[in-house]
C-alpha cells in the first residue's frame, strides 16, 4: 500500500491531520484507515456512493477553506484510488 496508509481510504485526508485520530471501529478501536469525519462506530458517514461524491464534496470544503482550484484538484485526485472506491 506505502504512501496510500497515510490517508483516509474514503476522503484522501492526511490522517495526521485529523484531530481526532480516525475514525472509531463497532467495538470503539480507532481505525487505521478511515477519519473521524468519514467514519464513525464502524459505518461511513454520509451518503458517499461513488468516488465522484466524495471528490465533490471535498473539493468544496477544500473550497471554502481558500484552497486554489489547482491544489482542490491535486487533493482529491487520488480519491478513486483509495480502498473505499477501488472496484
Ligand atoms: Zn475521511
Given at each position: 500500500m506505502g504512501n496510500l496508509d497515510k490517508f483516509c481510504q474514503s476522503c484522501g485526508m492526511p490522517l495526521e491531520?485529523?484531530?481526532n485520530h480516525g475514525g472509531t471501529n463497532?467495538?470503539?478501536s480507532k481505525s487505521a484507515k478511515?477519519?473521524?469525519y468519514c467514519y464513525?462506530?464502524?459505518a461511513f458517514i454520509g451518503?458517499?456512493?461513488s468516488a465522484k461524491e466524495m471528490q465533490e464534496f471535498?473539493?468544496?470544503q477544500l473550497k471554502k477553506q481558500g484552497y486554489w482550484l489547482f491544489t482542490r484538484y491535486?487533493?482529491?485526485m487520488h480519491i478513486p484510488q483509495l480502498q473505499r472506491w477501488k472496484k
Open positions: 491531520k485529523d484531530p463497532a467495538d470503539g478511515y477519519c473521524s464513525e462506530n464502524g451518503n458517499f456512493t471535498v473539493r468544496a491535486l487533493y482529491t
